[in-house]
């Protein structure tokens, strides 16, 4: 990335970045063809939300370490049903926003940041305001723009300043505990890139002619059908490489997403 790229992401004027809603191939195409993410039952949250994750597609598919395990039937080659699909949703109205929290609610929940976190910690603690101004101003505070977020860079948070804005949302110990988080999740066993990646849950499904915008997919998945299907939804679509007969050596499918995702935030600025 050039100064001129990574300028384009500091620019205050550009007030949000798109969101991400990733699935797997093998509900993919029943997502395409009812033109509409539904909402869930997260029984976490004890509501039906559809989740997305901001600037960033960090849901990693638990099927995706199974890729080279699970073979398709009578071919002896890879299967292709965990390999990740990512839905971009550029523009949403933040009142349908339902919470917003700076990483996988579903980890805190489920006690994965033991050890990072005081077990006093509740999970609204960390919960934020749901408008887009409120998320910017997370990341301008903890990460000074939106490239240094998209990276995981955290910057140089002054824990004792009082000045900031970000201490009306945020309490002193619950900075503290997020950076905290970010620095050392390396530490904990299955902790990944979703622990310092803004989750938000939306009360409403999202139907795939107005509300997104393009999609990440294996480009094996490409023919004259699907982008027949996907021009007739509005929806780009950007393909990734695999290989048909995948081995263990191949790369990090959720990497290239990663890499896609960001060079569709940057292109968008061009």
């Known amino acids: 990335m050039n100064i001129a790229e990574e300028s384009r992401l500091q620019e205050p004027s550009l007030n949000k970045m798109p969101l991400f809603h990733t699935t797997d191939a093998y509900r993919w195409w029943d997502i395409v063809l009812s033109s509409k993410i539904e909402k869930t039952y997260c029984r976490k949250l004890k509501k039906e939300v559809a989740f997305l994750f901001y600037g960033v597609p960090a849901y990693k598919l638990d099927g995706e370490d199974n890729l080279d395990k699970e073979l398709e039937p009578n071919t002896g ?98 900075v503290w505990y997020y950076l905290n988080i970010v620095k050392n999740r390396v530490l904990i066993k299955g902790l990944d890139c979703r622990s310092e990646t803004i989750e938000v849950s939306i009360d409403s499904e999202l139907n795939l002619t107005t509300d997104i915008q393009a999609c990440i997919l294996p480009d094996i998945f490409l023919d004259n059908n699907i982008e027949q299907k996907l021009y007739d939804l509005s929806i780009r679509y950007i393909p990734y490489t695999v290989s048909r007969d995948r081995t263990p050596s191949e790369p990090d499918y959720h990497t290239a997403v990663l890499s896609l995702a960001k060079n569709y935030i940057i292109d968008k600025q061009r």
Request: charged residues 25%; contains cysteine.
């Open 77 to 174: 080659n890879k299967s292709n049903n965990f390999l990740p699909v990512c839905f971009i949703c550029d523009g949403l109205d933040e009142r349908l926003i339902h919470r917003v929290f700076p990483f996988d609610s579903g980890a805190f929940i489920d006690n994965k940041f033991k050890g990072l976190v005081d077990y006093r910690m509740q999970l609204k603690d960390f919960e934020l305001h749901k408008s887009w101004q409120s998320i910017a101003d997370f990341v301008e505070y903890f990460y000074n723009n939106k490239i240094r977020y998209c990276e995981a860079k955290i910057a140089d948070v002054d824990t004792g300043e009082a000045s900031s804005s970000f201490w009306l949302t945020y309490h002193p110990r619950t």
